[in-house]
């Protein structure tokens, strides 16, 4: 047994004791931080530059991000974030440059810096902007995390997400930048083409979603599930808003029995049909549409259906959020008659 | 040497100010500092000096480490206790007992110091965290005036 251990100077008058912060170990500080909410966290981090440099790490804001935000901000979101902040690093004060005049146009739509473009002109769409200024990118340098916090929390990102809508003959999922207002706790929804057009505001946080993997603003979903579908099987499909125009949206559908099939599962063979028959659910009936699986990939048909890629829905709560959702909007109908 | 271990039947903390406690071995579980020391001791009764903890500290965290000990206690009452010991607690105090806690290593008790602390600089300004846990600003006035800056857009 080691005395040296219990050996510390003793202390004679608990009055003398004032407790200073530097006397605290950055473990224990840590426990305290981390049970800040963040405004304080944030008011915490002005005291001083010590705790300046542990107040704004990237630990303790990942945190809050995780808690308020994970549920909507997804890769795509994380990636676009990743697009500004590599920028604003690189370029420092240099203006980006569009490339060509349609760049220059949704340039010119916005105030902010425009995250990443995809689709070929004139059907340009942007996946993120950024309301972006000098003391902000200065934030953005030093303190990645707690900046993407700050922009989230004060709307200053338009983040990519996607909207349920539900009326009472459709019911389905877009594509949207979407950014926050914590006064009424609410979303407001840009359209990606231009994002000059806001959509939709005063959305609630059971609108939105995190768009699932390779769904947000694709014009052809490929699926390897085609072939699989079964009746009772639900689906997502990508309907066009109009012929000729890449712009998807996503309807929710069961894939349903064969008009000649009897429905017994010893003897339906629905399920090596090249046809595939989907249900939509509208308020007072359902619409069904027979597709032909062996051409769902070609692009004559997708321009004569106005239907393209199918996504399986394999998560369940994905199928009880569309369930609600019908739910919802059957007993609104039903009241508002 | 387990046997012996398990006949120790009182333990005696000596505070810094000279104050003695007597408790029994349940009581100095959740005090890891502790716990080692007596289990690298080789006798019946233990004697254990705590020079960096005030006999009023200590009497306090016993008396947390004797309620939330006992089995008999409904977890309502212990918070019902937990909230009363720190509204009787200055602001002094908590962080004293943060720092004992720290120094006995006692997990439990000092996550419950850091949530009650956390609680105190909620809600306040910028000055009084700095009087909170006496320390001065040590900003370039450049700095200053850019957190003076930030203040103006970063969460409005």
Redesign the interface.
């Known amino acids: ?1 080691s005395q040296e251990k ?7 008058n ?1 009055e003398d ?9 950055d473990v ?1 500080l840590d ?7 963040p ?2 966290l ?3 981090s ?6 300046r440099n542990i107040g704004r790490s990237d630990d303790l804001w990942e945190t809050h991000i995780e808690h308020k935000w994970s549920k909507l901000v997804g890769n795509d979101a994380h990636h676009e974030w990743q697009w500004h902040t590599t920028k604003i690093i690189n370029e420092g004060s240099i203006i980006f440059l569009p490339e060509n005049k349609e760049n220059l146009l949704l340039q010119q739509s916005l105030s902010g810096s425009c995250g990443t473009i995809s689709g070929d002109s004139p059907f340009l769409r942007l996946h993120s902007y950024l309301k972006s200024y000098k ?2 990118n ?2 953005i340098r030093n303190y990645s995390k707690m900046a993407l916090y ?1 922009c989230l ?2 709307g200053r990102f338009c983040f990519p997400a996607q909207v349920y809508k539900a009326t009472r003959f459709t019911l389905y999922c877009y594509d949207a930048l979407v950014c926050y207002d914590s006064k009424t706790d609410t979303f407001r929804a840009r359209s990606p083409n231009g994002g000059r057009h806001m959509i939709e505001k005063d959305i609630h946080w059971d609108r939105l979603r995190k768009p699932p993997h390779n769904t947000f603003l694709v014009d052809f979903y490929h699926s390897n599930c085609l072939n699989d579908l079964k009746p009772g099987d639900h689906i997502e499909i990508q309907k066009r808003r109009r012929r000729a125009l890449p712009y998807c949206e996503w309807w929710y559908a069961v894939v349903c029995h064969l008009g000649s099939c009897d429905k017994d599962i010893n003897h339906c063979s629905c399920r090596n049909s090249d046809t595939l028959v989907l249900e939509f659910n509208q308020y007072s009936h359902t619409v069904t549409y027979s597709l032909t699986r062996s051409a769902i990939n070609s692009k004559v048909y997708v321009e004569l259906t106005c239907l393209a890629g199918i996504r399986k829905l394999t998560d369940d709560e994905e199928i009880i959020k569309w369930k609600n959702l019908i739910f919802t909007r059957n007993q609104e109908l039903r009241l508002a008659e | 040497m387990a046997a012996e271990k398990s006949s120790i039947k009182i333990i005696t903390l000596i505070a810094a100010d000279g104050s003695v406690f007597e408790v029994e071995p349940n009581i100095v579980k959740e005090m890891k500092t502790v716990q080692s020391y007596i289990d690298e001791l080789d006798q019946n009764t233990v004697s254990i000096p705590l020079p960096n903890v005030f006999g009023n500290d200590l009497a306090m965290i016993i008396e947390y480490c004797k309620k939330h000990a006992s089995e008999e206690e409904t977890k309502e009452a212990k918070e019902e206790f937990d909230f009363e010991f720190v509204k009787r607690m200055k602001s002094d105090d908590k962080l004293r007992l943060l720092q004992a806690a720290s120094y006995l290593n006692m997990e439990s008790f000092l996550q419950f110091m850091a949530k009650a602390i956390a609680a105190e600089i909620e809600n306040q300004s910028v000055e009084f965290v700095r009087d909170y846990f006496q320390i001065e600003s040590d900003f370039t006035p450049e700095e200053e005036a850019e957190l003076r800056k930030e203040n103006e857009w970063a969460f409005k």
């Not at chain 1, 002005?46 to 705790?51: A, D, G, K, S, W």
């Open positions: 047994m219990h050996c510390v100077p003793k202390l004679m608990q004791c004032k407790v200073s912060l530097l006397d605290i170990p224990i426990c305290i931080l981390k049970r800040l909410p405004l304080d944030f008011r915490v002005q005291v001083c530059t010590y705790l003391g902000l200065g934030l700050i929390e004060t």
